[in-house]
């Protein structure tokens, strides 16, 4: 199995959209995109709810776009914080597999020293018939969420 990689470091998002990959785009823009926050979600700011309105006309009832990924913008960099960036990114991920996009997504996430958090995306997908994995390694997304 070939493995592409993109790393991606803390000083920029260098991938943003101008990358030809287009499945590293959509592992970008489900990251990076707010999801609404659930009703039993701890906010990090008062009446915060976010999300993309257009989730409100889905085709299919309850499909939402992006992560909530921001709700770990006011949280401590706890030991216990990766499980949670592991969890939301999972969550936005998930249509890659369930569209069949996708033939697997898993999600690993550290801290890096004391003010870092490291998200690794393995996306495994089928082109031309030949297993392949696509890893997206965000090497910092802690500044990018703690605004």
Known sequence: MADDVVVIGPEALPLGLRTSNKLARAVVISLFTWR????DDVLPSPGLLTG??????????GDAIGSRLYLLGR?????STPASA??????????LVADGIATA???Q???????GLRLVCA???????VAA????????????VNV
Do not use: N
Request: charged share 20%; aromatic share 16%.
């Open 52 to 61: 993309w309105w257009g989730d409100a006309f889905a085709d299919v009832p």
């Open 36 to 39: 609404q926050a659930g009703p």
């Open 86 to 95: 592991v969890a939301y990114a999972k969550e936005a991920l998930a249509w």
């Open 123 to 129: 996306v495994g997908y089928v082109a031309d018939g």
């Open 105 to 107: 997504v898993d999600v």
């Open 75 to 79: 949280a401590k960099l706890l030991p």
């Open 133 to 144: 994995r696509l890893l997206v390694d965000f090497q910092d997304i802690w500044g990018w």
């Open 109 to 115: 996430a550290e801290r890096s020293g004391t003010t």
